[in-house]
């Protein structure tokens, strides 16, 4: 196989591998951005309506990085058991989708907590947005049960570019903390 985009193929054929890399993935991405206290900068902020309890984020990503990897798992079984070049084939693309996907995924608290870039968030969220569109016409195709498994990450995705825009828009497209420290 030619290099490529993509995790390990050991991590999409092993069922365990492919749930803990994306949850153990997001759990150390928010262990080092929540050294600038992430949550007091969440409760800082100005809230657009609907907004969770930011205790929130923890259970519900915890459960969505499960389900995603899982549909990795899933789907790269399904493609491994078909006879049907075209379905392997594509499911080398979704490997690679869904390794962007992630990668992207995994960016964005940085840019949103981290470097307090709420703008810049809202980029990569609607490439991220769009990434996951795109995996999420590959399963269509080659795995239904990956892509209903997805489909709860994908709405959670369209919840969280609004707050994202939102909370960009009512803090002037800043952070309190980073206001502060540019003043």
Do not use: C
């Not at 365990?16 to 080092?32: D, E, H, K, M, N």
């Not at 608290?109 to 870039?117: E, H, I, S, T, Y």
């Not at 049960?145 to 803090?171: C, E, I």
């Amino acid at each position: 196989m030619p290099w490529s985009f993509a995790l390990p193929q050991g991590v999409f054929t092993s069922p365990l591998l492919s749930i803990a890399t994306p949850v153990l993935g997001g759990t150390a991405v928010a262990l080092l951005v929540n050294r600038n206290k992430t949550q007091k900068t969440y409760r800082d902020l100005r809230q657009p309506p609907l907004n969770p309890p930011a205790w929130l984020f923890a259970p519900v990503w915890t459960v969505l990085y499960g389900m995603m990897g899982y549909a990795a798992h899933h789907a790269t079984k399904t493609a491994a058991s078909s006879v049907s070049l075209a379905v392997r084939d594509a499911n080398e693309t979704a490997q690679a989708l869904y390794t962007s996907q992630l990668a992207l995924n995994f960016l964005w608290m940085p840019l949103f907590f981290g470097v307090g870039r709420p703008a810049t968030a809202l980029g990569d969220m609607a490439l991220l947005v769009g990434n996951v569109t795109l995996l999420l016409a590959n399963w269509w195709t080659t795995d239904r049960t990956a892509f209903w498994l997805m489909t709860p990450y994908y709405a959670w995705l369209g919840y969280a570019t609004y707050l994202n825009a939102s909370v960009g828009y009512l803090n002037g497209w800043a952070l309190p903390d980073k206001k502060r420290s540019e003043e």
